[in-house]
């Protein structure tokens, strides 16, 4: 009885083997549910990836100090509260910096192309700016005094109009207190920290912000550099230009602030010149 209960159960056992193995053969042979199975799988092994990457990015943030910000509040505070040490460059810059400019400019000109190339450097302290323009024959020095240009000749001092010396792009867009004007109408896109100590900031400025006039979605990209006191504006103007004037293609300027809160005071005008060139 005893043997032949157990081989009833062996029997039994054997047999329950075989509907699970004919069950699972039957689920492998079933085309669909084999790919729903799949795909299932697929999803899963998704989820991990995602959920490594993302550890693996914030992992990787926090070592290089990167900082990535979608403000789009139009505050240049942000550039200013990052950090102790470009807030102290932006407050003596202000008035006090040496500068050197690079303007590209590609102009449809009677169905050609034009390309120019306008170079501008300088000095600013207090009230007074130095401008110098170099062209392929001379340089030419000029000043700016409040609100007001000047040309140095060999008679003396005296006014100039401002187009004269920004003939082909105004100096709204070129002078260190307009640029400022333009970012405080700008949003940060994000900020690049680098172990050098390097930190670049890039700024979206809406085109529609400047011209209220346009209802497209151009932006102007505005890409603020410093390092070793240095600060450096990349700015690519040609959403912006294109549509103050017609034949400008491309206008992208390149400007770079040196010897910040160290320039020594310099004379323009003295007491008598100044009275000449008010009368």
Known sequence: MSGSKNKNELNKENCSKTEQKSFFQRIMDDKKYSAKIQLIGYGVLVIVLIVYLNIANMGRSSFSGNIISDDVGGDNTILENTDTESS????????????????????????????FSLHYFGKSYDKNLEINKESATETQTYYKIDDRYYIKEDTGVVLTDVDVIYDLVGGEYLEFDDIQKLMEKASLDHVTDYSSGKKEYVYHLKVKDVILSYRGDDVVEMNVT??????????????????????????????????????????????????????
């Open 88 to 115: 102290n460059l932006l407050k003596e810059i202000h008035d006090n910096y040496q500068y050197d400019q690079h303007v590209t400019l590609k102009k449809n000109s009677s169905g050609f192309e034009e390309e």
């Open 226 to 279: 410093i390092e070793n006191h240095i600060l450096m504006f990349e700015i690519d103007y040609s959403n912006l230009l294109k549509l103050v004037d017609d034949s400008i293609l491309e206008c992208k300027l390149e400007s770079i602030y040196t010897e910040i809160g160290k320039v020594e005071e310099f004379e323009v005008l003295n007491q008598e010149e100044e009275n000449t060139s008010l009368e």
